[in-house]
């Protein structure tokens, strides 16, 4: 295996369980939803539209990600 598998499947086991996690809060709230004909938007939705977006959840890992990863390159393969 590659140095970078571990790391890798490690990112891909937190994106799928954040991703269930989410979906499952989405059939929930689905559910509650066909009980009633309109319902209004969460305030905390309102009050924080971007927080609750999981694109931007995706992001900010792939971030974190790649820091950790150009942090190591350059820990590495600086001479001293």
């Known amino acids: 295996m590659g ?5 890798l499947l490690g990112v891909i086991v937190i994106i799928c369980a954040v991703g269930f996690y989410a979906t499952r809060r989405i059939m929930t709230f689905e559910r509650e939803r066909q009980q ?29 990600f790649i820091s950790i990863v150009i942090g190591y390159y350059y820990a590495t393969s600086s001479s001293y």
């Open 3 to 7: 140095l970078w598998t571990w790391p």
């Open 36 to 64: 009633t004909n309109d319902s209004p938007i969460p305030v905390a939705v309102k009050e924080h539209p971007y927080t609750l977006n999981p694109i931007f959840w995706v992001f900010a890992a792939a971030l974190i």
